[in-house]
């Protein structure tokens, strides 16, 4: 018997490795994006039926762990509060030191309200950097939030080098 989505996606990830399998042709198969459906499968957002029973074909996974793909997780993955990964230290960097300045600019350009991380869009690419034969992980990320009357309301997308500042 199952008993958290941990369980489920231990699985998920052990079958990725087993099968050699990129989240980008997962996310072809689901019809999603490989965030959102790299997200998905380590726990952190809610599959249709549709969507999990094809999850379910591709990690050969039984009944009940499809049936765990469908209940809305307990987001937020960290192990700790402050990360130790030095990659997603990086991120938790990145809120720590312009958090209060895009909260601000959300606020004076759309009013009082939230961002949502609901119907956040992050797309990820790799550009050469320029002189040089390496490469840098680029991020676009969007948002929308909404005021207090409910009105969704469109942040705009800004796309960044990862290793540069947000704004």
């Not at 601000?104 to 949502?116: A, K």
Request: aromatic share 8%; charged share 20%; proline share 4%.
């Amino acid at each position: 018997m199952i008993s958290s989505r941990n369980e489920v996606t231990q699985m998920i990830v052990s079958a990725k490795v087993a099968k050699g399998l990129k989240w980008s042709e997962i996310a072809g198969k689901i019809g999603q994006s490989k965030e959102w459906t790299t997200a998905a499968c380590l726990g952190q957002m809610t599959f249709s039926k549709q969507q999990a029973e094809i999850a379910g074909e591709i990690f050969g996974l039984p009944d009940e762990a499809v049936a765990w793909l469908q209940i809305v997780p307990y987001k937020g993955s960290l192990e700790t509060a402050v990360p130790t990964d030095p990659l997603i230290y990086r991120w938790y960097e990145i809120v720590s030191v312009y958090g209060t300045t895009i909260k601000e600019l959300i606020h004076e350009e759309f009013g009082d309200g939230i961002m949502s991380a609901i119907d956040f869009r992050w797309i990820s690419s790799v550009r050469p950097i320029r002189k040089a034969t390496a490469s840098r992980c680029c991020c676009l990320a969007s948002s929308c939030r909404t005021n207090r009357t409910n009105r969704v309301l469109p942040v705009a997308s800004s796309g960044q080098d990862c290793s540069a500042a947000l704004l």
